[in-house]
C-alpha cells in the first residue's frame, strides 16, 4: 500500500508542480492532508446518515469530545503524542460502549445519560491534561482540539484508510437492519434483525471511524461532520439515495474545501475549524435552498 | 430476511400455519403483573381475534409470541412442517416525518439486505409493488413516508408483513386508522390468508369485525377471561364485563 500511495504523492505533486492542480499540493505534507480528507469525508458523510436516522448525533459530539481525554491518557502512558492510537481508541471504545450498556438500564433519556458521560470524560481529561502541562509542550493540544494538517503521517493514513474501509463496508452490509431497528425494534427482531448487537456495533463504527478522522479534523469539531453534511442532505433529498449520495458529496467536499483553502489563501486556520465552517456554509445553502425551493418541501404532510 | 419475496396472492402456496399453545404464560415488568396464568391454544390455520380493554395486556402477549418479552411460562408454537415465516405488523413505527425516505426505500430496506439507498434489484421491486398493490397502494411506492396519512401508513405496515408470505401472521391493531375501504382491503386479504391456511393472531378492537372474520376470540384483560367462537362468546354482559374489568388495579 504505501508503494502505491507514494506513487500517488507523487503523481499529485507532478500535477500541482504542472499547474494542474492547486500550487499547495506540490508539498507532500499537504498531499497527505488531502489524501485524509479523502477518505475521511465520504466515511463520515455515509455513516452520517445513519447518525441522523438513529437520533445518534449528541453521542457523535460526545465520542469526539472523549477523544480530548484519550489523547491525554495516552501520553500519559507514554505513548507519542502525534498517535497516542492505543488509548485513544481504547478509551473511546469504553466510553461508548458503556454508554450503550447503561442507556438501557438507567431509566434515563439518552440525551441526559450521554450529557452526564460528557462531563466526567471531559473533567478527567482536563485533569490530566494539567497533570501534563508541565511535561509536553501544551500547544500540541491544539492540533488534537482542532486538527492539522501538518502532523497527518503515513501511519494516520494507513489506519484511516483501514478504518474507513471496515466502516463503510459495515454500514452499506448492516445499512438496511440498522434502518429497521430504529423503525421498530420488535418488527425487527422479527425479521431476524439482531438489534442490541447492532447498537453496540452502531457506537462502535460511529467510535472508530471518529478517532481515525481526530488528527485532521479534530476532537472537538469531528462529530459535527458526522452530523452536519447528513443534516444538510436531508433537508433537500427526497428518498434515501439523494439523502446518502448528497451526504456523502457534502462531507467530500466540506472536507476538501476545508483542507485546500486555508493553504492556497495562506490563512492560519486550524484545518478542522475550516471544514466545519465549509460544511456549515452548504447546510445554510440547502436550508436556504429548502426556504426558496417549493419543490424541495415535499409533498404536504 | 434473504429468503425469496413471493407476491403472496400470486403464488397460493399450500401452506398451512402453525398452532400456537401459551401455557401459564406470565409476564411481570418492574412490579406490574402484565400477564397472569395464560392457558391459551391458537388452532393452526385459523384467525384468532383477541380483544380487551387498553392496558390489559394484549400487546404484551403478542410479544411472548414473538420472543420479544422475558414472560414465565412456554409460548409453544408447533410448526406442521419445518419453521415458516412469521409476519408482523406491529401497531406503530418510529421514525422521524421528515426523513427522505419513499414507500419503496422503506419497504426495501425490511424486505432485502441489499442497501436500501440503491435501487432494488428488479424481482424485489416487483415483489415490492405487488403488495402495495394488495394493499390498494398502486402508484404511491415513491411517496414519502411521512407525507403518508395514518390509513396509508397502515396499509403500507399491512404490505411488509405480506412480504414474504408468513404462515403466522401477528397483526396489533391494523385497523386503527384505517378509513372504509382500507377496512375493506384488510378484511378481504385476511379471509384470503386464512383460506390460504394462514394462522392470524389479530389484536382488534372492533368488536363488530370480529364477529364477521374471526374463528375464535380471546377476551384478555390480564389473564384470559372468555375464548370461543365469536357468536357465542361476545354477548353485550361478556363485552361490558371485560371493558369495565380492571386489571388488579395495574392497568
Redesign the interface.
Known sequence: MSTGFEAFRQWVQALAEGGYLPPSLAYGFAVNALLAGLIAGPVLGGLG?LVV?K?HAFFSEAVGHAALTGVAIGILAGEPYTGPYGALFGYCLIFGIALNYLRNRTGLSADTLIGVFLSMSLALGASILLVLAGRINIHILENVLFGSILTVSGTDIAILAGVGLVVLALT??F???F??A???P??A?????PVKALDYLFVMLVTVVTVASVKIIGAILVGALLVIPAAA??TV?????????LSVLFALVATLAGILIPMELDLPVPSGAAIILCAGILFLGCTAARAVLPALK???? | ?NAPVLPPAVSPVAARGPAVAFERVSLLLGRTQILAGIDLSIEAGTVHAIVGPNGGGKSSLV?CL???APHGGTVRIDWPGAPGR???V?Q???????????V???L???V????????PKAPVRAAILAALAEVGMEGKA???M??LSGGERQRVMLA?GLMPAPDLL?LDEPMAALDEAGALIFETLVGALAARGTTVVWIEHDLAAVRRLADRVTGLSRGVLFDGVPEAELTPERVLALFSHRAGGAA
Do not use: C, H, W
Request: net charge positive.
Open positions: 446518515t436516522v437520533r452499506a452490509f445499512f438496511n437492519r434502518m429497521a430504529s423503525f421498530n420488535t418488527l427482531s422479527v425479521r431476524g434483525v442532505a436531508r433529498s427526497r428518498s434515501l439515495k439523494g439523502f446518502v449520495a415535499g409533498d404536504p404532510a | 430476511m410479544r414473538l420472543g420479544q412469521i409476519g408482523y406491529p406503530a413505527l418510529e421514525f422521524d416525518r421528515g426523513l427522505p425516505m419513499t419503496m426505500d422503506f426495501s430496506a425490511l432485502t439486505q441489499r442497501p436500501a439507498f440503491l435501487p415513491g411517496r414519502r411521512g407525507a411488509q401477528v
